[in-house]
């Protein structure tokens, strides 16, 4: 499995992304799943992917072939005049790669699945996120849906439902982030560090800061512990259960 | 879907189950998913049930009508001499029920499926917890993993994996369990109010606390938000992430 989750704030987008990919428990390792195309001062474009790894690989690599040749370069993630051209540019590769594998005899057709979030903004429109499924089609973010999940999506949506806040920094927002991966990987071994971390903030057109969060960083141990032992302390301070008289 | 939990303390064993079935989300219902057979003095048998609500309820009026019947009471939930006889009584008839079905041509066998925890005490050996799987087979709670959910178990586990302690009170325990309830109820619509809880007291050998909390329970409610209120505080409590240089 994978976690990704994609944020929307007033002033940015924030992406954060798992590495582990694993067949079966006993073949795990380390796949980068964030991938950014950027023409400085123009557009950026931010995806995070999850399901089966070929199929991630191989839209990445045909999206990022597509930059390079100069024949296909006019529906490249370059050239895409708007950010739902580039959904749908991206849903049309995913659903294509998906196809393709799936023609080939291959019964289990949901094995290649995969579901992709893209986020990011292109010159003289807002910056937008959207959620793109298999078949091609998407969803986009809203002020109700502020924020995108894919993957191992369960553990970790409480504490997003509870603490998003679209005021909220990008550090305020990589700790709620991290919280959430954190309860993740603690329930679930298909989903682990390094984590990898990127801002993206409204109209600066280039892309924004990135980071490998590693297994050994401090900041990522403490507030996993303080977190840990906050929970406990709150959980203390609630008054307990009474049972009524009966 | 559904949501069950079941924990082994040090005192006893407490049983937690939501009330909400449903076929789509355009047909929801309540059904009890928590049932108990005792004999006070000798025996308290209580299962909780996740999966296909014929299945359950098929299972359930089996071993139910088995106790009644003078010429199978002799296979009977109230004559089983082992509570590890007992797993094997519930998880033979589950298998068969599950088999009765998917044998009238249905094929997407999952279809019926279903899973129960049991949890009792029989005179003379130690309380004991199962979970038994759909195939018959089942496992038992150890001090390694003291708890089993069923149904919908994602979202309430992280607050089960920080919070639990086998020392704690049966008290302290529903206070958990309401926390993991409720964080699963705001995540996932298959899974609702009314509660069921029931305690039971280690060779106390007769049916423990038992009550329903309903959604209009004021200590529910005070916990929610009371829970919703303090993850919010203890979250501004911790560090915020810091850059670093680059």
Redesign the interface.
Known sequence: MTYCVALKLDHGLVFMSDTRTNAGVDNVSIFRKMHTWSRPGERVITLLTAGNLATTQAVISVLDERTKASEDRTSSLLETPSMFQTAQLVGATLKEVIKSNADTGQKADSTFNATVILGGQINGTEPRLFLIYPEGNFIESSPDTPFFQVGET??G???L???YDPAM????A???L??SFD?TI???LSVGLPLDLQFYENDSLEPG?E?RIMPDDD?YN??SN???E???Q??A????????K?
């Open positions: 369960k553990y949506k409480p504490i439902v509870r603490a920094s990008f550090e305020e990589t700790k709620m991290i919280l309860s603690k329930a679930n800061f980071t900041y403490e507030l303080g977190w840990g906050a929970i406990k709150t959980f301070t609630l008054p307990d259960y009474k049972r009524p009966q």
